[in-house]
């Protein structure tokens, strides 16, 4: 008899192994210790060595899919998510971040609004600026706000064709073909979207997207929420950082039929609810947190337990680690960590019954030491009644490399190696 699987996403929750510790290490954790201390082991690249992925290809990868032959760049995934459709060929679409700038020396003061923006003033800055026109091309853009300083952009024409074959304007992520890589250091300024390729198509879309960027950075300079936000000492959405262009979702092989189970997504962010539904899993969208993780982790838990019974694999992505390694905060990603484990991860462990398994790693690794995501491998650990556990004790970086799943080294090659076990 096939197990169930609940297959848990801690969001950026590993460091580096080079670090003296790391937030997992620090963490009090007796429900994710058990699952490891008790459960198979490992470690795994999410999509390879050298690697520094953004969470999209990442996810894609750990769903079990290579981003090289699957991925269709951020931009269209996050699209998807939100519900902002586009038209191939004639439009584009960007992964979008509202950021702080100087207007007039194009320095970027903070790549995120210092996390400050709150939905409401996101929507309404996307508001002022969708349905923009632009001068060339027949050009207009499409802006959609998603949660907190998150947004996509499409960009479009009614007279040239368009490509995504372009680079980003954000200079802490480079394009790689249509994944973007984590930069380790960079000139913090705003950069001109460059064709990638000697195509006219390429051209008019680098041209139609500078156009953009530069009016909305006009508008959004002098908008009222901007006005109100300087009033009380807070950093202005003045500028919006794209990146992750993409013009099309392929034709992929759904997960069901990959692995001839029945999947179900829950997140809260538009990137993984995106991917879900690219994917043709049935998808559960959340609330993002309210700041109270004992109500957000309880939401996410009943949704899981929900959809279990429907479900083979119920995939629950969590974000919680990610932001405060981005932002350089051990003491909050220990706290969220333990969050998790608190209001989550024990109580699931209380609620499910002998025929479900519980696999639990990370997307990818964002340690506080560093600020960025890296190409660090992260732990992997799969629990499930009977099984017999090997020598890693806890859910950390370093007992995770002594288990017995060993290394993976593809992050698309873990699925289907758990399936074939429980």
């Known amino acids: 008899m096939k197990r169930k699987l609940i297959y848990l996403v801690l969001d950026g929750a590993a460091d580096r192994l080079s670090d003296s510790v790391t937030s997992l290490e620090l963490a009090d954790k007796p429900g994710l210790d058990y699952i490891a201390g008790n459960g198979l082991c490992g470690l795994m690249y999410t999509i390879a060595r050298g690697v520094a992925p953004e969470s999209d290809a990442a996810v894609l990868s750990i769903l079990g899919y290579e981003p090289e032959k699957a991925y269709p760049g951020r931009g269209p995934i996050e699209a998807l998510g939100a519900g902002l459709e586009f038209k191939p060929g004639r439009e584009v679409a960007f992964r979008a971040n509202f950021a702080t700038i100087d207007p007039e020396t194009l320095t970027i003061i903070d790549r995120r609004v ?19 026109r632009l001068e060339a091309y027949g050009g207009y853009a499409k802006v959609k706000a998603t ?17 995504s074959n372009v680079s980003n304007n954000d200079p802490a992520y480079v394009r790689r073909g249509l994944i973007s890589e984590a930069v380790k250091s960079f000139e913090n300024t705003l950069r001109d979207i460059e064709p990638l390729d000697d195509t006219a198509e390429a051209r008019a879309t680098a041209r139609l997207a500078n156009e953009f960027v530069k009016k909305a950075v006009s508008i959004l300079n002098e908008h009222p929420v901007n006005k109100s936000r300087r009033s009380r000492g807070l950093l202005p959405a003045n500028a919006l950082l794209i990146r992750d262009a993409g013009c099309e979702l392929p034709e992929v092989e759904p997960l069901q039929l990959k692995y001839g189970r029945r999947f179900s997504v829950i997140a809260e962010m538009p990137v993984e609810l995106g991917i879900g539904r690219f994917l043709k899993a049935y998808v559960r969208s959340v609330d993002p947190p309210t700041g109270d993780p004992m109500h957000d982790y309880s939401v996410r838990l009943e949704a899981t337990l929900e959809l279990l019974k429907e479900s083979d694999v119920v995939y629950v992505h969590l974000k919680g680690p990610d932001e405060p390694g981005h932002d350089g905060d051990l003491d909050l990603k220990i706290e969220r960590i333990e969050d998790i484990d608190k209001y989550f991860v024990q109580r699931l462990l209380d609620a499910i019954d002998d025929n479900t398994a519980v696999l639990v790693t990370a997307d990818h690794a964002t340690p506080p030491s560093v600020g960025a995501h890296t190409d660090d491998p992260v732990p992997v650990a799969l629990y499930y009644k009977g099984v017999v556990g090997d020598e890693a004790v806890k859910f950390t970086e370093r007992e995770c490399s002594k288990g017995s799943l060993g290394v993976v080294e593809h992050g698309w090659l873990l699925l289907d190696k758990v399936l074939k076990i429980i």
Not at 114 to 132: D, F, P, W
Request: glycine residues 16%; aromatic residues 0%.
């Open 114 to 132: 210092g996390r400050s923006l709150s939905t409401s003033e996101a929507v309404e800055l996307a508001n002022a600026i969708n349905g923009l």
């Open 147 to 163: 949660v907190g300083h998150r947004a996509v952009v499409v960009v479009g024409s009614g007279e040239h064709g368009l490509s």
